[in-house]
């Protein structure tokens, strides 16, 4: 009896990769890139914008949550609670950016080496922040990526669902600017 459990479970195991085999994979085949949603060139231009915004808010979240831990001063709680909130938001989106990029067939890029060399933002500084610095700092980065975001839903037009999705996350990042900036005023 024993002996006929693994030799079920052998072939078993041996029938899973032929059935894998045998699944249509358009994701992994050039050949087969008509399987996935829009043309080649839409998706190529939407890939890009989706990863460029990608390693942003991977970024962003870093910077807020660093921001989050470390403000210090007469703002420290109105901050840390807001900054809570906002890399929270920032969290959801990288899924789905990240998410929307597979749908098209293309991997994503969440690694943290390629995000520190492709986000194209400042760094950051160690340490306590006292808390106008840490309105500075990030009132700069997401301005930046504000701005880089009007820029790529201009540029995915001829997708609609990924400029849907780049138009929720700029919605959001202006949202969080305007808290920011209210601290200033
Ligand atoms: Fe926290």
Not at 43 to 50: D, I, K, N, P, V
Not at 115 to 125: E, K, R
Not at 138 to 155: D, K, P
């Amino acid at each position: 009896m024993r002996n006929a459990l693994i030799i079920a479970g052998t072939s078993l195991c041996l029938a899973l990769p032929a059935a894998a085999q045998d699944m249509p994979n358009a994701y992994a085949d050039d050949a087969a890139a008509s399987a996935v949603p829009l043309e080649e060139g839409v998706r190529g231009t939407s890939s890009e914008a989706l990863q460029d915004t990608l390693y942003e808010l991977i970024a962003l979240k870093h910077m807020t949550h660093q921001s989050h831990w470390n403000v210090t001063g007469p703002l420290f709680y109105s901050l840390h609670d807001l900054l809570g909130e906002a890399y929270t938001g920032l969290g959801g989106y990288i899924d789905q950016v990240a998410e929307r990029k597979r749908a098209l067939g293309a991997p994503a890029d969440g690694r943290p080496a390629a995000v520190a060399q492709n986000a194209a933002l400042p760094g950051f500084p160690e340490g306590l922040l006292a808390d106008d610095e840490v309105l500075d700092l990030l009132l700069t980065r997401y301005e930046t990526v504000s701005e880089r975001l009007q820029q790529r839903i201009g540029e995915t037009s001829d997708d609609p669902v990924t400029q849907d999705l780049l138009i929720d996350v700029a919605r959001t990042i202006e949202k969080d600017l305007w808290m920011i900036r209210s601290f200033q005023l």
